[in-house]
């Protein structure tokens, strides 16, 4: 197939993008640079250097067979402080890209969401029919996004599926998580043993969880790509499939930080800081939609597996 991939040159873009070239796609990337990297955009693929909006019409025309829309703004605390960020750069560039997609006749989406549309949950595992109640303007703008998509799907048979992430971690090779501002667990903890960085401070140790700290389902960037490779073969016209993306269990931040310290062979030195406002203690994800109708099964799902990766990218990448 002929692919847009749009924020091919951010982490999840990038390791999707380097996927599709890898199974044969053809593959387009168009970045704005704001957060991604021009040498992350994979060896085969073409990259366009283009604001969406802009830049997606005049693409389109050329004819492709479907779009992998990654472009976004993704960091909860920012969306709170500058909403309007995330509803211009979100929302509105999306609903551009689809009304582009209308003309020019690509009859496949597959869109980006994320665990933030649900909030505070009500019942873990989460389920995809689960209340969407999102706590900050992110979590707003990606769930204003599914609606939009399900509209588009319903009156003009757009094929469409939206992948709602939980913690995504790990690594594709030289494809991996390099953020100006790092506020990912994973990463930071990596960054304290690569020596960048003093310590890490755990958000709250007294959750109503099992050690005291928040849990999460943590899922390896390349089993999403897997999911995004199925998303495209399934999606049907006329239908708009949303799904979630985990694997199904809940690791804490202590266990987080244990399997760094394995993994890297470094102390990593921890201490307790207060919680962070908006943190829920638990988001543990049911993919069992995505398994039985798409097919998908992640085979990534040990700690040690993301963190190996995702710990040989950094140090790949360190000053020698
Ligand atoms: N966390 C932490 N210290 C940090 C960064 C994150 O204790 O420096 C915790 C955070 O409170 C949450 C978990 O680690 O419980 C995962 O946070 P992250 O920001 O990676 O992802 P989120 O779940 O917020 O999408």
């Not at 990038?14 to 704001?34: I, K, T």
């Not at 890297?264 to 201490?271: L, V």
């Amino acid at each position: 197939m002929k692919l847009l991939v749009t924020g091919g040159a951010g982490y999840v873009g990038s390791v999707n993008a380097a996927h599709l070239v890898e199974a044969g796609h053809e593959v387009v990337v168009l970045d704005d640079l704001s957060t991604g990297h021009a040498d992350a955009v994979p060896e085969g693929a073409r990259f366009v250097e283009g604001e969406l909006s802009e830049a997606a019409g005049p693409l389109l025309a050329e004819g492709f067979d479907g779009v992998l829309h990654f472009a976004a703004r993704s960091l909860v605390g920012e969306s709170v402080e500058k909403p309007e960020l995330y509803w211009d750069n979100n929302v509105v560039r999306t609903f551009r890209l689809l009304e582009a997609m209308r003309e020019h006749g690509t009859p496949r989406l597959v869109f980006s969401s994320t665990a933030a549309v649900y909030g505070e949950p009500e019942q873990v595992p989460i389920p995809e029919d689960a209340p969407t109640r999102p706590t900050n303007p992110y979590g707003a703008s990606k769930l204003a996004i599914d609606t939009m998509i399900t509209s588009y799907a319903t009156a003009y048979g757009l094929a469409a599926v939206s992948l709602r992430y939980f913690n995504v971690a790990g690594a594709h090779g030289r494809f991996g998580e390099r953020h100006a501002v790092e506020t990912h667990l994973i990463p930071i903890v990596l960054q304290v043993a690569a020596g960048t960085r003093e310590s890490v401070a755990i958000y709250g140790d007294d959750w109503d969880t099992p050690d005291g700290t928040c849990l999460r389902d943590y899922i390896h960037v390349d089993d999403l790509a897997d999911a995004h490779l199925l998303a495209l073969q399934k999606a049907e016209p006329g239908r708009h499939g949303i799904y979630n993306l985990g694997s199904g269990r809940g690791f804490s931040v202590l266990e987080v930080v244990e399997a760094c310290r394995t993994v890297t062979g470094h102390p990593i030195p921890a201490r307790v800081a207060p919680r962070r406002a908006g943190d829920p203690a638990v988001l543990i994800a049911s993919s069992g939609r995505a398994t039985t109708e798409l097919g998908w099964n992640p085979t990534r799902t040990a700690l040690e597996t993301m963190v190996g990766d995702a710990w040989r990218f950094a140090q790949d990448r360190l000053p020698v």
